[in-house]
T-cell receptor, first 114, second 114 residues
């Protein structure tokens, strides 16, 4: 148990819809990163939030957006869903950015777009 | 840009036999190196990491990995596997002083047979 919780655990959406995924970071952690893991592949970095500001973004289109709240929890929003957005979405929290602090991952949200 | 290559997508191995999972990376700058394990329907758990110092790092459950700068490799080994080691293993790198974007390999699925 890492203390990072994600909700919902599973959901099914229709192409074109919008979705919001949520992540509660581990107590005391101020950095949250989001990753997309397609079936059979390694996770791909979407973006990171540090103290409520976006702090780095991967190669994802603008329809992927996020927020971090004062309690350091975070949301990932995806607009205009496409079939290829079907994946496991992982949230990771850490005390600060920088590789010398461990990132703790949640169990993920499995999104299926039909 | 950096990339991570895990040369074996699947590794079947008998219980109590040794296993080696290969990981090579490309980066023009210094990196931190990580191995994560993912059990079915779960998030990622940190297995071990190399930040600096001794090039051989060990985990509490018998895994070890050796950083080889000249070969840009970070292979993972275990001398004797258990059924419970059946999982997917991901190698990841993080560029120093470049935020917290983890770049993952495609994963190696280890199947331990009795």
């Amino acid at each position: 148990e890492t203390g990072v919780t994600q909700s919902p655990t599973h959901l099914i959406k229709t192409r074109g819809q919008q979705v919001t995924l949520r992540c509660s970071s581990q107590s005391g952690h101020n950095t949250v990163s989001w990753y997309q893991q397609a079936l059979g592949q390694g996770p791909q970095f979407i973006f990171q939030y540090y103290r409520e500001e976006e702090n780095g973004r991967g190669n994802f289109p603008p329809r992927f957006s996020g927020l971090q709240f004062p309690n350091y929890s975070s949301e990932l929003n995806v607009n205009a869903l496409e079939l290829d957005d079907s994946a496991l979405y992982l949230c990771a929290s850490s005390l600060a950015y920088g590789g010398n602090t461990e990132a703790f991952f949640g169990q993920g949200t499995r999104l299926t777009v039909v | 840009a950096q990339s991570v290559t895990q040369l074996d997508s699947q590794v079947p191995v008998f219980e109590e036999a040794p296993v080696e999972l290969r990981c090579n990376y490309s980066s023009s700058v210094s990196v931190y190196l990580f191995w994560y394990v993912q059990y079915p329907n779960q998030g990622l758990q940190l297995l071990l990491k190399y930040l600096s110092g001794s090039t051989l790092v060990e985990s509490i459950n018998g895994f070890e990995a050796e950083f080889n700068k000249s070969q840009t490799s970070f292979h993972l080994r275990k001398p004797s596997v258990h059924i419970s080691d059946t999982a997917e293993y991901f190698c990841a790198v993080l560029r120093r002083a470049a935020g917290n974007k983890l770049t993952f390999g495609g994963g190696t699925r280890v199947l331990v047979k009795p």
